[in-house]
């Protein structure tokens, strides 16, 4: 195929050359950034050249693989055009916060205009105003076209607190880019302040409990039944919790029900690597690795530490973690190693598995596992990086490497799914340069619920 393309390129310069207009403005017509991705070039000039590659190809699933409608990143694209009972127009909204952070960072490298950027952006904030709310929170899916709920399960048919939480942290990341002195960014400001205004953290108490709920539903009301407690992916919706203007929550919520009493603490320590912070359901050897993804796409470790933790601990030697048990291999995979680790939750030889060490390693390596990791593995995941580009196309695709693969079963699917594939670019932007770190940290109300949870930052 790149070959195809170099050829056809020599024969658009060389009619150029002889005059055939025709010709010379097809030769000239921008290139789209798919386009880029699957004539990708053999080798880069540099480290740096290679992650503005990676990080422009793996945006692009927010970009031109958007949904039309709403400017939102569809639940999962499948390049093989299987989808099962699956609806591919089913737009996710904790995969579009990740997307909205990558549309940041894009406008920041100039993978787009600003201008583009910021239009972009108020399509999908007009959209998410007029869309599905519940007490100002979203759902976990809507349906493209109409903005409609579409129900993640039978009783999960509301207000997803967690998956909004995902969104909004990027939304305030959005907020603190924009200039108030242009008119299209003082719009996207105050629209953005409206949405954060009217979450209502304060209702997902359940009825004023120290703690916060992930679910609510106009029909089952709280039958859901799921009390945000201990230590996962969840971290970012108590500090935005803590953080709202209008609806928040008390410090009692963080420490009774998200640390359950202070009793979250653990001295496991896998392959020599402290944990801090008893993983749920993954204690001894920790959970998959986007839980030190989600809520840090903002919310910057470095320096951050309450009564129970240091976070860039909890974060960094999370990573190192999953990287040792990978080159350890206990179970024997083959291709795990230095150069290719990453567990996490993904596409999976079974479906799809929360994949981390122990029982659930299935011998499936995810690649925004390392590549998400950057900022706490650099070393380890350019390393990586570099393994998986080896393959090729084996593994590779118009929106960069596909969701998942396993070398032991010599097994891979041509198919992205939104919460994997746009992590990468901002959390590499965050290896970087801290921009989104930086943007959120700058936020006034969440250095006010930072310190009303107790939280210390010293970078």
Same mark, same amino acid.
């Given at each position: 195929m790149r070959k195809l393309f170099l050829f056809a390129a020599a024969l658009a310069i060389t009619a150029a050359a002889t005059g055939c207009k025709g010709t010379q403005a097809q030769a000239e017509a921008p290139v789209s950034i798919a386009e880029e991705a699957i004539n990708r070039p053999d080798t880069f000039a540099s480290d740096?050249?290679?992650?503005? =590659?990676?990080? @422009?190809?793996?945006?692009?699933?927010?970009? %031109?693989?958007?949904?039309?409608?709403?400017? *939102?990143?569809?639940? /999962?694209?499948?390049?093989?055009?299987?989808?099962?009972?699956?609806?591919?127009k089913t737009v996710t909204i904790g995969g579009s916060g990740f997307g909205v952070a990558g549309l940041v960072?894009?406008?920041?490298?100039?993978?787009?205009?600003?201008?583009?950027?910021?239009?972009?952006?108020?399509?999908?904030?007009?959209?998410?105003?007029?869309?599905?709310?519940?007490?100002?929170?979203?759902?976990?899916?809507?349906?493209?076209?109409?903005?409609?709920?579409?129900? =993640?399960?039978? @009783?999960?048919?509301?207000?997803?607190?967690? %998956?909004?939480?995902?969104?909004?942290?990027? *939304?305030?990341?959005? /907020?603190?880019?924009?200039?108030?002195?242009?008119?299209?960014?003082?719009?996207?400001?105050?629209?953005?302040?409206?949405?954060?205004?009217?979450?209502?953290?304060?209702?997902?108490?359940?009825?004023?409990?120290?703690?916060?709920?992930?679910?609510?539903?106009?029909?089952?009301?709280?039958?859901?039944?799921?009390?945000?407690?201990?230590?996962?992916?969840?971290?970012?919706?108590?500090?935005?919790?803590?953080s709202s203007p209008t609806h928040s929550i008390p410090a009692e919520c963080y420490h009774e029900g998200w640390a359950r009493k202070g009793t979250f603490t653990t001295d496991a320590a896998p392959y020599g690597y402290p944990l801090e912070l008893s993983h749920n359901y993954a204690e001894k050897m920790g959970g998959?690795?986007?839980?030190?993804?989600?809520?840090y796409i903002g919310l910057d470790p470095r320096g951050l530490k309450d009564r129970y933790a240091d976070y860039w601990n909890v974060t960094r030697n999370h990573a190192m973690s999953d990287y040792a048990y990978c080159v350890d291999n206990p179970k024997g995979y083959k291709g795990y190693g230095e150069n290719c680790w990453g567990l996490t939750a993904s596409y999976s030889t079974k479906g799809y598995a929360a994949h981390c060490p122990g029982d659930n390693d299935l011998g499936v390596i995810t690649p925004t596992a390392a590549l998400s990791s950057?900022?706490?593995?650099?070393?380890?995941?350019?390393?990586?990086?570099?393994?998986?580009?080896?393959?090729?196309?084996?593994?590779?695709?118009?929106?960069?490497?596909?969701?998942?693969?396993?070398?032991?079963?010599?097994?891979?699917?041509?198919?992205?799914?939104?919460?994997?594939?746009?992590?990468?670019?901002?959390?590499?932007?965050?290896?970087?340069?801290?921009?989104?770190?930086?943007?959120?940290?700058?936020?006034?109300?969440?250095?006010?619920?930072?310190?009303?949870?107790?939280?210390?930052?010293?970078?």
């Amino acid at each position: 195929m790149r070959k195809l393309f170099l050829f056809a390129a020599a024969l658009a310069i060389t009619a150029a050359a002889t005059g055939c207009k025709g010709t010379q403005a097809q030769a000239e017509a921008p290139v789209s950034i798919a386009e880029e991705a699957i004539n990708r070039p053999d080798t880069f000039a540099s480290d740096s050249a290679m992650l503005d =590659f990676i990080q @422009k190809v793996h945006f692009n699933y927010m970009w %031109e693989g958007a949904d039309s409608t709403s400017g *939102l990143a569809y639940e /999962r694209i499948h390049l093989d055009g299987e989808y099962g009972v699956d609806d591919p127009k089913t737009v996710t909204i904790g995969g579009s916060g990740f997307g909205v952070a990558g549309l940041v960072a894009a406008m920041d490298r100039g993978f787009i205009t600003r201008e583009a950027g910021v239009e972009r952006l108020n399509k999908i904030v007009d959209y998410l105003t007029k869309a599905d709310r519940f007490h100002g929170v979203w759902p976990h899916w809507l349906d493209g076209p109409t903005g409609k709920v579409k129900p =993640f399960g039978k @009783k999960d048919n509301g207000g997803d607190l967690v %998956e909004s939480c995902f969104l909004m942290q990027s *939304l305030l990341c959005v /907020r603190q880019y924009m200039d108030a002195n242009v008119p299209a960014e003082k719009q996207l400001i105050d629209k953005i302040n409206k949405l954060w205004n009217e979450m209502e953290f304060d209702w997902y108490r359940n009825g004023g409990k120290n703690v916060v709920y992930w679910h609510w539903s106009p029909e089952y009301q709280w039958e859901m039944n799921f009390p945000l407690e201990g230590y996962n992916e969840c971290l970012i919706v108590y500090i935005l919790g803590a953080s709202s203007p209008t609806h928040s929550i008390p410090a009692e919520c963080y420490h009774e029900g998200w640390a359950r009493k202070g009793t979250f603490t653990t001295d496991a320590a896998p392959y020599g690597y402290p944990l801090e912070l008893s993983h749920n359901y993954a204690e001894k050897m920790g959970g998959p690795l986007f839980w030190a993804h989600y809520s840090y796409i903002g919310l910057d470790p470095r320096g951050l530490k309450d009564r129970y933790a240091d976070y860039w601990n909890v974060t960094r030697n999370h990573a190192m973690s999953d990287y040792a048990y990978c080159v350890d291999n206990p179970k024997g995979y083959k291709g795990y190693g230095e150069n290719c680790w990453g567990l996490t939750a993904s596409y999976s030889t079974k479906g799809y598995a929360a994949h981390c060490p122990g029982d659930n390693d299935l011998g499936v390596i995810t690649p925004t596992a390392a590549l998400s990791s950057f900022p706490y593995t650099p070393e380890e995941s350019m390393r990586a990086l570099k393994y998986f580009y080896s393959k090729g196309e084996w593994i590779w695709g118009k929106y960069g490497f596909y969701d998942a693969f396993s070398e032991q079963e010599n097994w891979t699917l041509p198919r992205y799914l939104a919460i994997d594939q746009l992590t990468i670019a901002p959390m590499i932007e965050n290896y970087r340069s801290g921009l989104l770190w930086d943007l959120f940290m700058s936020c006034p109300e969440v250095q006010s619920g930072l310190q009303k949870l107790g939280f210390t930052v010293n970078k």
